[in-house]
């Protein structure tokens, strides 16, 4: 039995405080609503010594809740909801039904939450850094209208959806990583420890070999000599690169740079316009208003010089406009997306023929990563062939010119 602490207004309306056992945060709601008291805050009274490791344990417990996790406990939940269940037994049943610990975890936290008088969504918004603006409005909106389950139903799918292409901008990602990092470990080891061996011999008389030999043995030096302190400056680089994508500017410059990459570039903007068009189209579904739902669609696009772009839109629809013209005129989103949004905004048929649209945006995506994963390896074969060939060349070029004047001799 744990021990609660209390605020409330007692049966004349005075403010009252104090401390109550129970078995949970309902049943000492329950227990004081018998005694003629109304809570107005009720919260575990722990230990001051004991809340930051709990809230430590809280914070780990949420990062290990997966995207893929998250999917399956959302449509469990929708299952539970169109078979029938009530709330709280539903998210019991998900709670029963969890992979994990820290999923298990969470479900119990929102059904404590709910079984002490607050509503889902301000359940799910309690934990951020599990749950988006778009999964707590979407909750939000489905209770006010009274088609949670529905909802719930069309947060399944976005969140299956978005998990399937998540997985496939992964797999394309692994194979290129997996090849620049081998390959260049393996042109590190040949140059600082293989190539010293091989012409070691030869550096006495570096004037009277090859550029290329020279070159090779110039660098291989150099890596002997500052390869730790090129690893530093490296990893300072690195992180002084983090540092500035992290401030506003830095993003924005560093997600322009990406739309335009080659090849790369074309696969982010489908991405991101697949997933504009399904969570409109999911939002708009679900009855959120248009500048609402474009306010949490923003942070979905996964690039902060689209999701400007999309304020612009939002910024002009409130001035009376429609979504369609200002959106063709940003020059950022495909000709087609606008014209299904306008032809969809003179149907009333908004949600339906964006999620259509969505469908068609998300097979090109497919496609466009396989590009991206076949045209990426292929790249960096090339140019390790050519740094390959390099190295080949200054060892063999010595060998060939000393062979031949041994001939000529």
């Known amino acids: 039995?744990?021990?609660?602490?209390?605020?409330?207004?007692?049966?004349?309306?005075?403010?009252?405080?104090?401390?109550?056992?129970?078995?949970?945060?309902?049943?000492?709601?329950?227990?004081?609503?018998?005694?003629?008291?109304?809570?107005?805050?009720?919260?575990?009274?722990?230990?001051?010594?004991?809340?930051?490791?709990?809230?430590?344990?809280?914070?780990?417990?949420?990062?290990?809740?997966?995207?893929?996790?998250?999917?399956?406990?959302?449509?469990?939940?929708?299952?539970?909801?169109?078979?029938?269940?009530?709330?709280?037994?539903?998210?019991?049943?998900?709670?029963?039904?969890?992979?994990?610990?820290?999923?298990?975890?969470?479900?119990?936290?929102?059904?404590?939450?709910?079984?002490?008088?607050?509503?889902?969504?301000?359940?799910?918004?309690?934990?951020?850094?599990?749950?988006?603006?778009?999964?707590?409005?979407?909750?939000r909106v489905g209770e006010t209208a009274g088609l949670l389950d529905e909802v719930m139903g069309h947060l399944a799918d976005f969140a299956e959806r978005d998990e399937e292409i998540r997985q496939r901008i992964r797999s394309a990602a692994t194979y290129p990583a997996i090849?620049?990092?081998?390959?260049?470990?393996?042109?590190?080891?040949?140059?600082?420890?293989?190539?010293?061996?091989?012409?070691?011999?030869?550096?006495?008389?570096?004037?009277?070999?090859?550029?290329?030999?020279?070159?090779?043995?110039?660098?291989?030096?150099?890596?002997?000599?500052?390869?730790?302190?090129?690893?530093?400056?490296?990893?300072?680089?690195?992180?002084?690169?983090?540092?500035?994508?992290?401030?506003?500017?830095?993003?924005?410059?560093?997600?322009?740079?990406?739309?335009?990459?080659?090849?790369?570039?074309?696969?982010?903007?489908?991405?991101?316009?697949?997933?504009?068009?399904?969570t409109l189209g999911t939002l708009s579904r679900s009855g959120i208003q248009i500048l609402e739902a474009l306010g949490v669609l923003r942070d979905t696009l996964g690039n902060e010089a689209l999701a400007q772009k999309v304020d612009e839109v939002a910024a002009h629809i409130t001035q009376g406009q429609s979504i369609a013209e200002p959106l063709r005129r940003t020059g950022e989103f495909p000709p087609l997306l606008t014209q299904v949004i306008a032809m969809g905004e003179e149907t009333g048929r908004l949600d339906e023929l964006l999620l259509r649209t969505a469908d068609a945006y998300e097979k090109e995506t497919a496609a466009s990563i396989q590009r991206v994963m076949t045209v990426v390896p292929a790249v960096f074969i090339v140019v390790m062939a050519l740094v390959v060939g390099f190295i080949l060349a200054a060892v063999l070029l010595p060998i060939v010119e000393m062979t031949a004047a041994v001939g000529g001799a």
């Open 1 to 139: 039995m744990a021990t609660f602490q209390y605020s409330a207004l007692n049966s004349d309306g005075e403010p009252v405080s104090g401390r109550i056992a129970a078995e949970s945060r309902h049943g000492a709601i329950n227990a004081l609503a018998e005694q003629g008291i109304f809570v107005t805050d009720v919260e575990d009274a722990r230990s001051d010594s004991d809340r930051p490791s709990r809230t430590l344990e809280e914070r780990l417990a949420r990062r290990r809740v997966s995207q893929r996790a998250k999917a399956s406990m959302l449509s469990q939940l929708a299952t539970a909801l169109q078979a029938g269940l009530a709330m709280l037994p539903a998210l019991r049943v998900a709670q029963e039904q969890a992979g994990n610990t820290a999923l298990e975890g969470l479900m119990a936290d929102l059904a404590d939450r709910v079984q002490g008088g607050e509503p889902l969504s301000a359940a799910m918004g309690a934990h951020d850094r599990v749950f988006t603006r778009l999964e707590v409005s979407m909750a």
């Open 179 to 278: 090849v620049l990092v081998l390959a260049g470990i393996s042109v590190v080891i040949i140059l600082a420890f293989i190539i010293p061996r091989v012409l070691g011999a030869m550096s006495d008389n570096v004037s009277l070999l090859p550029a290329p030999t020279r070159a090779l043995l110039a660098i291989s030096e150099f890596l002997q000599t500052y390869g730790l302190v090129l690893l530093a400056v490296l990893a300072g680089a690195m992180f002084g690169l983090r540092a500035w994508i992290a401030r506003p500017a830095g993003r924005l410059a560093f997600d322009r740079f990406k739309l335009r990459v080659p090849v790369v570039g074309s696969a982010i903007r489908k991405v991101a316009v697949a997933r504009f068009a399904r």
